[in-house]
């Protein structure tokens, strides 16, 4: 089992040193190992920290992702999707997304589609402690405790990253002034695999199924609220925050009790420039960072490891791994989506929270509209699964 080495420890010069053990971080250095690259691994071999106000005791984060279609597909050629234990990952069958006239809905369903599910509800606790098993048990990975010198330096630090600072790049980040609450309940009706999300200005809710912590009764709540309700949301007692949950969601999903610990993150926007140099590489919330109303975060950074993954694969035989023709490839490879998914959130938050009569107008009939247009519905619903 590889342990944690000092840089003078490794019995050979990696090829590649990964920074950060996150979610993209773990899954970058098991990609490249699988190529046979030699990998070192530089970060904390526990949970995720919580950048918050909120932090959960223990610090288990209590947040649950919504992974498409191309994340799920990463993740089991990586072998960690089957290690995820069945009841931390739900199939979403339908979203129903509500505007704030109370009238205008837009649905979507994999059965209209013909998908087997339109995304995934992972437990974000259980995901990553699939990976660290995962990467203990990697051939070709070394933990250090220093960084090492290699070819290819990936820099997977998440969105605070000082790293990123020091070799030059910039993260241009502007604050949404809300914070992202994460719960997770307990519904007395099934969720029968329907994904809720309400646009209700200036928050927007999401109640997305889970199969914990009983079976068809689970939810993960992502409630972003202005920054200064925060406080106030998270001081609530249990039963005061079940009884604000039940009016913000009028009902629909039954009666909503607390499961553990509430905590909330600070929501912003923002793209590092530039995204690589000579032997390094930003992937991840290092690289971009998007409003988890669309619930793409991870799933971009996922991208970006199977871009990488993909282009390093395909290299000439001539190319060492951060040579940076390969690495402007990849940028190259991921520009368009990064952006189109930063501007698609900011857009869709923008249009959702503005007060004005004009924006409801708009934002209610737009809902309203798609929802009457099956060939676009389709279209949406398979450019977002990212295959
Ligand atoms: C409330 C909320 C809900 C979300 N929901 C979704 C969702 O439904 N779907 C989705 O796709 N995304 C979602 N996201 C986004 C997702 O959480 C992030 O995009 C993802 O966690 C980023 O992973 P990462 O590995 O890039 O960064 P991180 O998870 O931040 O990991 C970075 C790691 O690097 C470590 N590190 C930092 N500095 C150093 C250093 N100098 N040396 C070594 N290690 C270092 C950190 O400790 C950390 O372990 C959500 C985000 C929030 C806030």
Same mark, same amino acid.
């Given at each position: 089992?590889p342990?944690?080495?000092?840089?003078? /420890? &490794?019995?050979? @010069?990696p090829?590649v040193? !990964? +920074?950060? #053990?996150g979610a993209?971080?773990?899954? %970058? =250095?098991?990609?490249?190992?699988?190529?046979?690259?030699?990998?070192?691994?530089?970060?904390?071999?526990?949970?995720?920290?919580?950048?918050t106000?909120?932090?959960?005791p223990?610090?288990?984060?209590?947040?649950?992702?919504?992974l498409?279609?191309?994340?799920?597909?990463?993740l089991?050629?990586?072998?960690?999707?089957?290690?995820?234990?069945?009841?931390?990952?739900?199939?979403?069958?339908?979203?129903?997304?509500?505007?704030?006239?109370?009238?205008?809905?837009?649905?979507?369903?994999?059965?209209?589609?013909?998908?087997?599910?339109?995304?995934?509800?992972?437990?974000?606790? /259980? &995901?990553?402690? @699939?990976?660290?098993?995962? !990467? +203990?048990? #990697?051939?070709?990975?070394e933990?250090? %405790? =220093?960084?090492?010198?290699?070819?290819?330096?990936?820099?997977?630090?998440?969105?605070?990253?000082?790293t990123?600072?020091a070799?030059?790049?910039?993260?241009?980040?502007?604050?949404?002034?809300?914070?992202?609450?994460?719960?997770?309940?307990?519904?007395?009706?099934?969720?029968?695999?329907?994904?809720?999300?309400?646009?209700?200005?200036?928050?927007?809710?999401?109640?997305?199924?889970?199969?914990?912590?009983?079976?068809?009764?689970?939810?993960?709540?992502?409630?972003?609220?202005?920054?200064?309700?925060?406080?106030?949301?998270?001081?609530?007692?249990?039963?005061?925050?079940? /009884?604000?949950?039940?009016?913000a969601?009028?009902g629909?999903?039954?009666?909503?009790?607390?499961?553990?610990a509430? =905590?909330?993150?600070?929501l912003?926007?923002?793209?590092?420039?530039?995204?690589?140099?000579?032997?390094?590489?930003?992937?991840?919330?290092?690289?971009?960072?998007?409003?988890?109303?669309?619930?793409?975060?991870?799933?971009?950074?996922?991208?970006?490891?199977?871009?990488?993954?993909?282009?390093l694969?395909?290299?000439?035989?001539?190319?060492?791994?951060?040579?940076?023709?390969?690495?402007?490839?990849?940028?190259?490879?991921?520009?368009?989506?990064?952006?189109?998914?930063?501007?698609?959130?900011?857009?869709?938050?923008?249009?959702?929270?503005?007060?004005?009569?004009?924006?409801?107008?708009?934002?209610n009939?737009?809902?309203?509209?798609?929802?009457?247009?099956?060939?676009?519905k389709r279209?949406?619903?398979?450019?977002?699964?990212?295959?």
């Open positions: 089992m342990g944690m080495a000092g840089s003078n /420890a &490794l019995a050979l @010069a090829d040193l !990964v +920074r950060g #053990a993209v971080g773990l899954a %970058a =250095a098991l990609a490249l190992a699988r190529q046979g690259l030699r990998v070192a691994l530089l970060g904390q071999p526990t949970a995720p920290s919580i950048s106000p909120g932090s959960t223990g610090g288990t984060d209590i947040r649950a992702y919504a498409n279609g191309a994340s799920v597909d990463l089991t050629e990586l072998k960690v999707w089957e290690a995820i234990p069945a009841a931390a990952r739900t199939q979403v069958h339908e979203m129903r997304i509500e505007g704030d006239d109370g009238a205008s809905v837009l649905e979507f369903s994999a059965w209209n589609s013909a998908l087997a599910e339109l995304a995934w509800i992972v437990d974000a606790a /259980a &995901l990553d402690a @699939a990976l660290r098993e995962a !990467v +203990r048990f #990697a051939p070709h990975i933990r250090v %405790a =220093a960084p090492v010198s290699a070819s290819l330096t990936l820099l997977a630090e998440g969105k605070d990253s000082a990123r600072a070799l030059g790049s910039r993260m241009v980040r502007r604050s949404y002034g809300h914070q992202a609450i994460a719960a997770r309940l307990e519904a007395t009706r099934p969720h029968a695999g329907l994904a809720r999300q309400w646009f209700r200005a200036p928050d927007v809710l999401a109640l997305l199924p889970m199969d914990q912590p009983r079976h068809d009764h689970g939810l993960a709540l992502v409630w972003s609220v202005p920054d200064e309700r925060v406080a106030q949301l998270l001081a609530l007692t249990d039963e005061a925050f079940e /009884a604000e949950l039940a009016q969601t009028a629909a999903a039954g009666e909503l009790r607390l499961i553990g509430r =905590a909330a993150w600070p912003s926007i923002g793209r590092a420039e530039p995204l690589h140099g000579p032997g390094w590489l930003l992937l991840g919330d290092a690289a971009h960072v998007v409003h988890p109303l669309a619930g793409q975060g991870l799933n971009l950074g996922l991208a970006d490891v199977a871009s990488l993954a993909r282009i694969t395909e290299r000439e035989s001539w190319r060492s791994p951060g040579d940076v023709r390969l690495l402007a490839r990849h940028a190259r490879a991921r520009a368009g989506d990064t952006l189109a998914m930063g501007t698609l959130t900011d857009g869709l938050l923008h249009l959702f929270s503005h007060p004005s009569p004009w924006a409801r107008e708009l934002r009939r737009g809902l309203g509209l798609v929802n009457h247009l099956p060939p676009l279209l949406l619903t398979r450019a977002a699964l990212g295959r």
